[in-house]
């Protein structure tokens, strides 16, 4: 999906990937469901940065920046991969669900009535200024 130009290019961190069964991008469906089969879900992704929690803003289309806080941290254990992308997945169904609308103007494929949360894919997390953001793909066919 396209980004706001300040959520493109060079990045200060280290991105966090996510696989499933070797292929990039799984659905957000799937990560929300009980068996996601997400690659290498129980590493803790953030730990090298001492962070208790993490500040990502959703970036979509038509959409004003939504930007929320995340523990990374439950007590003194780290957060896994699987976890932290529940989380934020959660939260992006969330926010989509919930808009009302969009600014005029935007490209009818990333409509909310048209662009279902169910066939989007998690590609990455990562750090642009001092928010991580999610980038997303979404099937041509959906």
């Given at each position: ?12 961190e280290?991105?966090?990937h996510f696989?499933?069964?070797?292929l990039?991008?799984?659905y ?10 997400l690659d290498d ?9 001492g962070w208790?929690?993490l500040?990502?803003?959703?970036d ?8 929320q806080r995340i523990p990374?941290?439950?007590?003194d254990?780290?957060?896994t991969?699987?976890?932290?992308a ?6 992006i169904v ?6 009302k609308?969009?600014m005029?103007?935007?490209d009818?494929?990333?409509r909310?009535d ?7 894919r ?9 928010s991580?953001?999610?980038v997303?793909a ?5």
């Amino acid at each position: 999906l396209p980004r706001r130009p300040e959520n493109s290019g060079y990045t200060s961190e280290q991105s966090v990937h996510f696989a499933s069964h070797g292929l990039p991008g799984p659905y957000i469906r799937d990560i929300l469901s009980k068996n996601p089969g997400l690659d290498d879900p129980k590493a803790t992704v953030f730990v090298h940065l001492g962070w208790k929690r993490l500040q990502w803003t959703f970036d979509f289309p038509g959409l004003s920046p939504a930007t929320q806080r995340i523990p990374v941290m439950d007590g003194d254990r780290h957060l896994t991969r699987l976890e932290i992308a529940m989380k934020i997945c959660s939260e992006i169904v969330r926010i989509m669900r919930s808009t009302k609308g969009q600014m005029p103007g935007v490209d009818p494929r990333w409509r909310l009535d048209k662009c279902n949360p169910k066939y989007l894919r998690l590609v990455a997390l990562v750090f642009y200024a001092s928010s991580w953001i999610p980038v997303l793909a979404v099937d041509p066919w959906a």
